[in-house]
């Protein structure tokens, strides 16, 4: 639950400070198509989504991709994925929530399961790295959860996980910061529908402005629709 204890925020990057779920899915079409499957609605999309993907694949097929095919899926999802993402930008009011978090002595991060090469140079295009203390991406393959990415994470910055809030939009972002003792909050403007979400056990906010109010340990505002 929320805290006035929490002093960082770690920032989930895609669909969550980054807006590209519109990139993610025509993405996920494309990888589909190459596989021989149908197109995917948001809808459907967000009902079944989880961490790791190839977990998502197999709710879609019936199995787990064979390493090959995973290789290809994935290979046909980051080449679109970059094309359409060029097109996406910050979600609304990022900026001014970062820096008033920022302004008031608190410090925050980015951890992501995008691969640190490709970060970082997002990160950088938004002028926005001078409100993060670290920004992490994934080093080695996809596929994998977010636990012991957010666990090296947080070590590297010495931070106490009682005094964390992981602020994101998919349900791995919660039992990633559940199993290290941090808090979390969770975003439905990405991955996952409200009710999947709301299954997670942590709250659910419609704006990130809901999510940072939680972080200082008061009421969120009315969702800005």
């Not at 097109?87 to 900026?95: I, S």
């Not at 994470?153 to 009682?162: E, Q, T, V, Y």
């Not at 039992?175 to 991955?191: C, Q």
């Amino acid at each position: 639950m929320s805290s006035p204890r929490t002093r960082h925020i770690v920032w989930d990057w895609n669909s969550t400070l980054f807006h590209d779920i519109d990139a993610v899915i025509a993405a996920t079409n494309d990888s589909f198509a190459a596989y021989g499957l149908p197109a995917i609605t948001m809808e459907r999309y967000r009902e079944l989504y989880c961490v790791p993907v190839p977990r998502f694949y197999e709710k879609i097929t019936g199995r787990v991709p064979e390493p090959d095919e995973w290789a290809m899926l994935d290979a046909t999802f980051q080449r679109s994925y970059a094309a359409h993402a060029v097109a996406c930008g910050l979600t609304p009011g990022v900026d001014g929530l970062l820096a008033d978090w920022q302004r008031a002595g608190r410090t925050q991060s980015i951890l992501s399961l995008t691969a640190h090469d490709d970060l970082v140079p997002f990160v950088d295009r938004f002028a926005i790295k001078d409100f993060f203390v670290r920004v992490d991406g994934r080093v080695g393959p996809a596929g994998g959860g977010k636990a012991e990415h957010l666990q090296r994470h947080l070590a590297a910055m010495d931070a106490d996980p009682a005094e964390v809030m992981v602020i994101g939009d998919a349900a791995d972002d919660a039992y990633a910061a559940r199993e290290v003792g941090a808090s979390a909050v969770l975003y439905t403007g990405g991955s996952h529908a409200r009710t999947s979400l709301e299954r997670v056990g942590v709250p659910v906010v419609d704006s990130l402005a809901e999510a940072v109010a939680l972080a200082r340990g008061g009421h969120a505002p009315a969702a800005e629709r």
